[in-house]
C-alpha cells in the first residue's frame, strides 16, 4: 500500500477496494435511475400534479432495468407493458426504459434474436407514439456495437493470452536448449578433469617413493597428454552438432586469461569497453572461467546491438567465496542503431567458438544457474543497462 492510499480515511479506503468488484452494478444502477428520471421527467413535464400509479409503474420499470443483464428479454417486455399501460393511461411516456431494454437485447443476445425484438419493439413504439422507428433502431445499433465491440476486444485478449503461452513454451525449450549446451560443455571440462586426476594419481603414487624423478616426467606426460584428449573430446563434440556446426575452428575453451582480449576486441570495434579486476586472482574451476567468458562475451554482444554507450565497464570481482561480475553500459539497451560496425559481432573476434546465437539472457541465466550462482539484468536509473552475476566459489585456499 502507498503512502497516498494509507493516507485515505477508513471508509475511503473501504470503498475503493469495493468499488471494482462491483463496477458493473454500479453502471446497471445509475442507467436505471437516469432512466427512471427521464422518464418521470418526460410524463410529468407539463406541470400536471404526479400520479401515484403512473410514478410506479414507471419506478418500476426503473427497478426492472436492474435485472437486464440476467433477463433482457423478459425485462424488455415488462418495460414495453408499463410503457403500454402508461400510455392508455393517458401519461405519455418518453420510452427510456424500453430503449434501454432493447439496447440490452442487441449487447447480449444474437444478432438475429436482437432482430427479432427490434421489429416488433420499433412497431409498438411508434404506434403508441412513445419513439420513433430511427430512434428504436438507434439504440439497437448501439448494442449491437457494443457487443461487436466486446467480442473484438475479448478475441485480442484471447490471443494475447495464446502468443503469452506460445512465448513461454518457445523461452522453455530454449532454455532446455541452452542447458544441453552448457551440460555438454561442462561435461567435456570434467571428463577432462577426472582423468588428468585419475592418471596423474595411479602414475605418480607407483613410482613415488622409488622414482620421483619418474613421478615428475609422469605428471608431465599427463599434463601434455590432457591437452592432447580435450582437443580430441571437442572434435568429438563438434561431430554431434548440427553440420553447419562440425567445421567450426576447433579453439580451446576460452579462459579468464582470455577476457582481457576479448573485451579489447570489442573495444577495437567501436565498443568504449574497458576491463577493471578487484581481489585477489586465483584459479577457478573450468566450468567457471568458462561461464564468466560466455557472460561477458553475451553482454558485450547485446550491447553492440542494442546500445550506444559511450562507456561500457566489464568488472570482475574475486572475493573470498564468490566471484562477482558485472557488464554495464550507461545507455539504454534499446536503442536502434549501435555505434561501430552496423550489427553482428567485433570484426576481430576473439579466439574460441562463437557465442551461442539467440536468447541471450536465458543461456546467462541457465550458466549461473548450473553453478549455484544468481544473475540481475536490469536498467539502470541513468538509462544504462546492468548484467551482473555472483558465483560461489568456496573458501580460498
Not at 99 to 124: C, D, N
Not at 229 to 237: P, T, V
Not at 277 to 296: F, H, K, M, Q, T
Request: proline share 8%.
Amino acid at each position: 500500500m502507498n503512502a497516498s492510499s494509507r493516507a485515505l480515511p477508513g471508509s475511503l479506503r473501504a470503498v475503493r477496494r469495493w468499488f471494482p468488484a462491483h463496477r458493473t452494478q454500479v453502471f446497471d444502477a445509475a442507467v436505471a435511475a437516469v432512466a427512471t428520471g427521464v422518464e418521470l421527467g418526460l410524463m410529468f413535464e407539463d406541470a400536471s400534479p404526479v400520479a401515484a400509479v403512473p410514478t410506479l409503474l414507471a419506478l418500476a420499470a426503473g427497478i426492472a432495468l436492474l435485472t437486464r443483464r440476467y433477463a433482457p428479454e423478459a425485462v424488455l417486455a415488462f418495460t414495453c407493458t408499463t410503457a403500454a399501460v402508461l400510455t392508455v393511461a393517458g401519461h405519455y411516456p418518453g420510452g427510456a426504459p424500453p430503449l434501454v431494454a432493447l439496447f440490452t437485447v442487441a449487447e447480449l443476445r444474437e444478432r438475429r434474436a436482437s432482430l427479432l425484438a427490434l421489429a416488433p419493439t420499433a412497431v409498438f413504439l411508434t404506434a403508441s407514439s412513445i419513439s420513433a422507428v430511427p430512434v428504436a433502431v438507434g439504440a439497437w445499433g448501439l448494442g449491437a456495437y457494443a457487443q461487436t465491440r466486446r467480442r473484438y476486444t475479448l478475441a485480442l485478449e484471447e490471443r494475447a493470452d495464446h502468443l503469452e503461452r506460445e512465448r513461454t513454451q518457445l523461452s522453455l525449450i530454449a532454455a532446455q536448449q541452452e542447458r544441453t549446451a552448457i551440460a555438454r560443455e561442462l561435461h567435456d571440462i570434467v571428463a577432462h578433469s577426472v582423468t588428468v586426476m585419475l592418471l596423474g594419481v595411479r602414475g605418480a603414487r607407483d613410482v613415488l617413493r622409488t622414482a620421483p624423478d619418474v613421478a615428475d616426467d609422469t605428471l608431465a606426460r599427463v599434463e601434455t597428454s590432457a591437452e592432447q584428449s580435450l582437443a580430441e573430446l571437442r572434435r568429438m563434440l563438434l561431430l554431434l552438432r548440427e553440420p553447419d556446426e562440425r567445421h567450426a575452428a576447433l579453439h580451446p575453451q576460452p579462459s579468464l586469461d582470455q577476457l582481457a582480449a576479448l573485451v579489447a576486441s570489442y573495444d577495437a570495434a567501436g565498443l568504449p569497453a574497458h576491463l577493471e579486476v578487484s581481489g585477489p586472482a586465483r584459479p577457478l574451476d573450468g566450468g567457471v572461467e568458462l561461464s564468466v567468458y560466455r557472460i561477458v562475451e553475451e553482454a558485450l554482444t547485446n550491447v553492440l546491438k542494442h546500445a550506444r554507450p559511450t562507456r561500457v565497464a566489464v568488472t570482475l570481482g574475486f572475493g573470498r567465496t564468490h566471484l562477482d561480475v558485472s557488464v554495464v553500459n550507461d545507455d539504454g539497451p534499446h536503442h536502434s542503431a549501435p555505434p561501430g560496425p552496423p550489427a553482428g559481432p567485433p570484426s576481430a573476434p576473439p579466439p574460441g567458438p562463437a557465442t551461442t546465437a539467440g536468447h541471450g539472457l536465458v543461456g546467462m541465466r541457465e550458466r549461473v544457474a548450473v553453478l549455484g550462482g544468481v544473475l540481475e539484468a536490469r536498467p539502470e536509473a541513468d538509462g544504462g543497462f546492468r548484467v551482473a552475476a555472483r558465483l560461489p566459489l568456496g573458501d580460498a585456499a
